[in-house]
Structure formats: C-alpha cells, structure tokens
C-alpha cells in the first residue's frame, strides 16, 4: 500500500496551462477539482497578503446584508441584479467582504455562492 501526503500550498491559485497557452486555476472543492471563478482567483491572490481589511459599509453592501436576510445565499449575479449595480464591482464586493470575513465562498463547479459568515452571526 503507497500512502501520499500532499500538504496544502500556500501560494495559490495554481494554473494549468494548454497547449495553446492559455492558463485556467483548478481548486479542491471535496474530492473533485474544478475551475476556479473569477471571484475565488481573487480571494486566493488576496488571501496570501494582510488580513486587515477594510471597507466603506455603503448601499451596495447594505443591499447585499437585506437579500442575505432573505436567501440563505447569494451569487454574484443575483447580488448585482438586485443592487442594481455592474457584475464587476458586485464581484469585488463580495470579494471583499470574503476577506474581511463577514461572508464565506462556497465554490461549485458552475457558480459559486456567498454566505454569511458564521464567525460573523456568532457576533
């Protein structure tokens, strides 16, 4: 029996590159390895660095708190459709509010979706 521990990397994401040189980040998500979104790209680049983050608790991020309360979690597009505003900065608000650890990731293998954070309801 061969036994293989492979320890957890901390520079993150990694890529694989084709042929034609394009690069795709996979993640571990349980037993499977699926691509990374734009959003969890993000977090792992920015997760390396200082945790201290911090942001300006605006409208948009207002809007995000009133549809968490009413869906038990929420995707990018749908944060974006309900606030009103562009994908882009949707995407970078919930990037954000992951590092600052008021919400949490949940990546899939089509769309990954943002909960509260339970660090964050405790308090």
Avoid: C, W
Wanted: aromatic share 6%; charged share 30%; glycine share 4%.
């Amino acid at each position: 029996m061969l036994v293989l521990t492979i320890h957890r990397s901390i520079d993150k994401p990694h890529y694989v590159v084709d042929d034609t040189g394009n690069r795709q980040a996979y993640i571990r998500v349980d037993d499977k390895s699926i691509q990374a979104s734009r959003e969890m790209k993000e977090i792992m680049r920015r997760g390396r660095g200082e945790r201290d983050i911090r942001f300006q608790y605006g409208d948009k991020e207002q809007k995000l708190m009133k549809l968490l309360d009413e869906k038990e979690s929420v995707t990018v597009d749908l944060f974006a459709t309900f606030a009103g505003i562009p994908r882009k900065i949707a995407s970078n608000t919930l990037v954000v509010m992951v590092l600052a650890r008021i919400l949490e990731v949940h990546p899939q293998e089509m769309i990954d979706k943002f909960t509260m954070s339970m660090a964050y309801q405790s308090n």
